[in-house]
């Protein structure tokens, strides 16, 4: 959920720049609306941000790889297509880019769609299609790419392969495409290191209580348990839309807890305990 304002993050992204002089592609998420996609724009590019990732979606942020697990809505082509043409008409120079991320596989709206949102943005100015998938397999997006490429654009794609990892950088470039965004990945590869410190620090079936806005935090650490020798006693990713939820889960409330629920924002919870002869 897009929760940091825009003044905290356009902070860390001086922090970054003390450091590099490397170009920064920032993730807007869905660049919330127009007139504020606008104002966005010009910040990103007084700072130096190279380019801006905005996804076709409406409403509150939601991680993609939970597809219609959870309610998420795509955005109509004719409005995301204002905010990328609105975007284009406020930089200042030719060089910053935007970069249309096309939800339609994740959200199961079909390839067709996919491939004509990609034209459509295109025609607003876009000037990079980025496409999601949440499927292992990496024949879905193999197909989009070949579709896209006999569009005969010059437009450049961009694949996030956090699902289908298993394609190599030099099979993107002989399917036509340009930039592979490895997202969250130093992220993702700390929290299995972070589970081996809290496994040595438990007693014998210790229980684990896990509560976070953070559904994505809440997504990747199930599945990382799925796979390691524990016992799950609970899983919900909305504690306080749910029935049946247990007293206990909802009776004690963190600071941070109620501030986010007053909002809206769901609330997720994983109860469960190492076990070694699992």
């Known amino acids: 959920i897009e929760a940091v304002d825009l003044t905290s993050r356009m902070n860390t992204v001086n922090d970054i720049f003390e450091v590099t002089t490397k170009p920064m592609m920032y993730d807007a998420d869905t660049g919330g609306k127009i007139e504020h996609f606008s104002f966005t724009v010009k910040s990103l590019e007084r700072l130096g941000v190279s380019a801006v990732v905005i996804e076709d979606k409406i409403g509150l942020k939601k991680n993609s790889l939970f597809g219609n697990d959870v309610n998420q809505t795509q955005d109509s082509i004719e409005n995301f297509k204002n905010k990328i043409s609105e975007g284009k008409k406020s930089q200042v120079t030719d060089d910053f880019m935007i970069v249309a991320r096309i939800e339609s596989l994740i959200l199961e709206a079909g390839m067709d769609d996919a491939l004509l949102r990609s034209k459509e943005y295109i025609s607003a100015g876009a000037d990079a299609i980025m496409i999601h998938s949440k499927h292992e397999d990496p024949s879905e997006i193999f ?29 993107w470039q002989k399917k036509g495409v340009s930039i592979v965004c490895y ?49 799950i006693n609970y899983a919900n990713h909305d504690i306080y839309h749910s029935m049946n939820v247990p007293e206990e889960v909802t009776d004690v409330q963190t600071f941070y807890e109620k501030m986010f629920l007053k909002q809206n924002r769901p609330i997720t919870y994983l109860q469960y305990f190492w076990n070694e002869k699992k």
């Open 183 to 231: 997202a969250n990945h130093m992220l993702r590869s700390a929290y299995p290191a972070m589970l081996e410190v809290a496994k040595s620090i438990l007693i014998n079936k210790g229980i684990v209580h896990l509560k976070t806005d953070s559904e994505f935090l809440h997504g990747y650490l199930l599945g990382l348990l799925k796979n390691m020798p524990c016992h």
């Open 143 to 171: 197909e989009f790419c070949e579709k896209y490429k006999s569009m005969n654009n010059d437009v450049p794609l961009m694949v996030v392969p956090t699902s289908f990892n298993s394609v190599s950088e030099d099979e």
